[in-house]
């Protein structure tokens, strides 16, 4: 009995005998079926769909592109900020986007604030969708900031960055106070 083994299913104390081949096949296509069954609950999920903008100014080197093969990870209006494991949070509450171009680049945007997009680059693990004030955007170790105001034209311009905005992206929030 090398190359069978006997499997106990417990209907009518009945014993089965099954090869090693077919317990094989069994074990493929038990993990098939399951496979096939997770795509399939995937597939109703939405596609993130990068936010496009449109940029009133442009840069001869831009943050996603790449000199002499090393990728630019910021660029001209963008402040860079080493994180060392701190974590990003939002600002105020808002809608956190995948931006289409840049190095990993997301948007967050806020009613508080209309005319304003921020853009953090550098950004891992981005948590995309709506946040709450001092809920985590994203981790990183290095990343770079920029503050876009909208333009009459509907196109975006980088403007002086928040020192406000960018503080509270990067402190613990205070606690609530309980009454």
């Not at 399951?34 to 939405?46: E, F, K, P, R």
Request: hydrophobic share 40%; aromatic share 8%; proline share 6%.
């Amino acid at each position: 009995m090398t190359n069978t083994l006997a499997i106990a299913f417990g209907f009518n104390s009945g014993l089965a005998v099954v090869s090693s081949f077919d317990l094989g096949r069994l074990v493929f296509n038990l993990g098939l079926g399951l496979l096939l069954a997770g795509l399939t609950s995937c597939s109703s999920l939405t596609p993130v769909v990068p936010r496009q903008i449109v940029l009133k100014q442009s840069w001869e080197i831009e943050s996603g592109d790449r000199v002499a093969g090393q990728l630019v990870t910021g660029s001209l209006g963008d402040i860079s900020v080493r994180l060392r494991g701190t974590k990003l949070r939002a600002p105020f509450a808002g809608q956190v986007e995948l931006a289409a171009k840049g190095f990993h680049c997301i948007y967050f945007s806020t009613p508080e604030v209309p005319a304003y997009l921020f853009r953090y680059c550098g950004v891992r693990q981005p948590q995309l969708g709506r946040v709450q004030a001092g809920e985590v955007m994203g981790r990183g170790q290095q990343i770079h900031f920029a503050t876009l105001r909208r333009q009459p034209d509907g196109a975006w311009a980088i403007v002086e960055p928040s020192d406000r905005v960018l503080e509270q992206s990067l402190n613990q929030p205070s606690p609530a106070l309980r009454f």
